[in-house]
């Protein structure tokens, strides 16, 4: 079954804490994305990654960090220098003809 | 940047009607046009995209018109039904670059029984 993962699709945490989102694709897409929904917005770029050990800033990367060590993987962690970081967090993957697809994203609430 | 304006942000119709929903954006560079459907809670689904080279694209009850002049694009549901009620983006990005998606802010359509 392909597709894209993410887990936890619910996470709590204690403000000050940073807290890891993961994303699995097993599409063999070499690119993938994190965006941040707020509610009643639209999406906005953190991060991407074209191709393994590489990434790049998006629109709004400050207090987040990622990695791609693997094809198939790229994590979000999101830091407490995060100033808001309650969101929903959507992942997505795509290969070279453009069309992205989505995960079912996790939502993160900070206390 | 890529700036994409959306309209309307919500948009209320009845069962059998068609809905319309426009998109401008500002970078001539771009030349790929998705529209995504998003579900409460779940993550946006693909329905149709458009490319540059194209002015339309049909695909059953959804198309996509694209006026590269005007720089806008619109999304056009015939027959709609209750299944269609959700919020549909507009996005834009170019081939080169980062290649990731500028989004608009999102129609909340309501299509009512």
């Known amino acids: 079954d392909g597709g894209i993962t993410q887990s936890p699709k619910y996470l709590f945490r204690k403000e000050g804490q940073n807290v890891t989102l993961s994303c699995e694709q097993n599409?063999?897409?070499?690119?993938m994305y994190w965006y941040r929904q707020d509610p009643g917005q639209g999406l906005r770029l953190i991060y991407y990654?074209?191709?393994?050990?590489?990434?790049q800033k998006g629109d709004i990367a400050e207090g987040y960090s990622v990695s791609r060590e693997k094809k198939e993987s790229f994590p979000l962690t999101v830091t407490s220098a995060q100033k808001n970081p309650t969101a929903f967090y959507l992942c997505?993957?795509?290969?070279?003809?453009?069309?992205?697809?989505f995960g079912p994203g996790t939502r993160l609430t900070v206390t | 940047g890529e700036n994409v304006e959306q309209h309307p942000s919500t948009l209320s119709v009845q069962e059998g009607d068609s809905a319309v929903i426009k998109c401008t954006y500002s970078?001539?560079?771009?030349?790929?046009f998705p529209w995504y459907k998003q579900e409460l809670g779940k993550g946006p689904q693909l329905i149709i995209d458009?490319?540059?080279?194209?002015g339309e694209k049909k695909d059953q009850r959804i198309a996509v018109t694209l006026n590269k002049t005007a720089k806008h694009f619109s999304l056009h549901i015939t027959e709609t039904q209750p299944e269609d009620s959700a919020v549909y983006f507009c996005a834009a990005s170019t081939d080169t670059g980062r290649r990731a998606l500028t989004f608009g802010s999102g129609t909340r359509l309501q299509v009512q029984p």
């Open positions: 599409l063999n897409h070499d690119a």
């Open positions: 458009i490319r540059s080279n194209v």
């Open positions: 997505a993957s795509s290969s070279l003809n453009y069309e992205q697809y």
């Open positions: 970078d001539s560079a771009s030349n790929y």
């Open positions: 990654s074209q191709i393994v050990n590489d990434f």
